[in-house]
């Protein structure tokens, strides 16, 4: 069965990342995920101050904000897309990514199949 996992990097008070990963513990992740057989895809995610959420009113009037909300202390960093047999496999491959470290986290979801 094929996953999502959502790379949430925590953000400090100025809204730098905190995370301490290396590019290499990066690639080190996406080696072992190929090596074992249950990478299927990824992708990391430019500055998220180049970001833009577009909405629609009821009135059809397209509404844009620039960014993600200021409140907010985590930003969307990338995902990757894996397909292992379960969902504590899935699980288990979250917690071994660096993304999971330094106040960030992973969410986890399987991918919807629609009968294909």
Known sequence: ???LMLINAGL???GEPTGCSTP???MRFDQSMKDAGVHVGGNSL???TTAAAVRVSETGERIVTDGPFAESREVLGGYF???VPD????LDW???CPGARDGG???VRPLASYGD
């Open 1 to 3: 069965m094929k996953y």
């Open 24 to 26: 290499e513990d990066w």
């Open 105 to 107: 986290h992973i969410v």
């Open 46 to 48: 430019a500055d998220f």
């Open 81 to 83: 897309v894996i397909d």
């Open 94 to 96: 979250a917690a071994r």
């Open 87 to 90: 969902f504590d496999v899935a």
């Open 12 to 14: 400090d008070a100025e």
